[in-house]
């Protein structure tokens, strides 16, 4: 009799137990809560890289998204919007997958690529689409060049070990590059990083940023939006035009 | 311009015949009529040619096939409610929807006001001060100069995206993002407005509902004086 009601006992448990993992599955890990891990697969990521893009069709899909991040998809000096022209195909498509499944917290942009306003084919297709443009229009710069202050504070905090020398990041790791990009967007995403409100911060660079106060953060912008776009440094040819 | 206002009258016509159809059926059924014969029905409110005159009423004129019999199809379930076309469309048969979407998608869009009818100056005359005393031709062109900058550039303050983004510059869209240009002012801003409210909940996962919801109303007076004047791009 003991035996069975412990039996039951043990069954109710672990029947709680299953729903309690049920609904947490449903809800997505984000930075701050237990069993959050940064740039951990999604199946929709792992099918989109699968997919591979097609830049030719990501030029139409991407006209949902231009409304915003511009015809030329250079964003807007302000910062309100970034840059996302040669932005790594593979950074490109884990922000948008993470976005839609509330890892990365973006109520703004939400419903523009959720699906069917954006299809799964769709975000590999204008990954692949931003990655081969160039920018031509001036990013947006701090007020004044801050920019010795904050390559010292860059190289000081080995922020280089993922987003590289010249910030062009690393596609193979995700990590984005963040060279040229604009200064507003870079102060605000840091400051949301940290903060953990932007839902995917990568806890390694939570701990680089920690001490930086509001100043530093500027300078570190302001430094990385006048770095050149990687692809004009990196390639041995000088910038076209 | 005479052929257009004669038309206008027979709107008046098939209006009335309307009302009484109405008014004596409780219980409408649909019985698929041959195109011709539906079309006086449409034409009523929406004119034969798909350029509705009446500033509550859409021009259905070029719009993408598919959009508009989606639209129909949406009214007929109950997606999208309007009292006028509830009205409406419990009428028209499903079987209707195609060819009627396909008409009107084939129709050129008119852009702008119609002329002034000359042989009936007097209503016009009367009516023309109160618009005019309603706006003048100063604040009207600032409005539409506003407008474009909404449609063009979007309002960088709450995140509201430029409309040309999808709709195109020139409002003439694609098969995803309805055509908008030279589109009934009254009409577009009922519509944000909708969009804005949750009225209207048919956009394909909320997407125009994100835009409206960063519009204010002036901003939405804007840019649909601005879409009314927008001509396709040649």
Redesign the interface.
Known sequence: MKKLLSIVIVALFSLQAAVVVAADASKPKVYGKKGYVWDEMTPERTAVLKMGGDPVKGKESF??????H??DGAG?R?G??PRLTGQHASVLIKQITEIRAGIRLNP?ML??V????ISMEEIGDIAAYLNTLTTVRENGKGAEDMSAKGKKLFNDNKCFTCHGKNGEGDAAKSYPMVSAQHFDYLVREMKWIKQGVRGNSNPDMVKAIAKFSQADLEAVADYLSRLPDYRTVTAAAPAAK | MKDKNKHIGMHLGTLGVLLGMLLTSAAVQAEPVPLEERLLLCGGCHNPDGNSVIPENPKLSAMNAKYLQRQMEDFKAGKRTNPIMDSIIPMVDESEFKALAKYFSEQKRLVGAPAADPSAPAVADASAPAAAGAMSEQAKADLVAKGQQIYLE?V?AT?A??????HGEDGSG?D??PRLNGQNQTYVVSQLANFKSGARTND????M???AKRLTEEEMAAVAEYIFTLKEAE
């Open positions: 006209r949902g998204c231009q409304g915003c511009k015809a807007v302000e309100v919007y703004k419903p523009f959720e699906d069917p306003a | 979007g960088l995140a995206p430029a409309c040309g983004g999808c694609n995803k993002f394909p996962k909320g997407v509902r994100a835009v």
